[in-house]
């Protein structure tokens, strides 16, 4: 697999649904699980796991 640049929220959160089989067209369903994303990866930024940038 090709290593890709930077992905933003949405595309992460798009990612994400498509491989869990869930309805991307759902926006209260997309808004929620994007800002879990968000949450998840500056909890783990925060803690040094991840790049924050």
């Not at 994400?16 to 783990?44: G, P």
Request: aromatic share 2%; charged share 35%; proline share 2%.
């Amino acid at each position: 697999m090709e290593r890709e640049g930077p992905l933003d929220t949405r595309e992460l959160t798009r990612r994400l649904m498509k491989s869990k089989r869930l309805n991307v067209n759902d926006k209260v369903l997309f808004q929620t699980i994007a800002l879990r994303v968000v949450q998840t990866l500056r909890v783990r930024a925060k803690r040094g796991q991840i790049d924050g940038s």
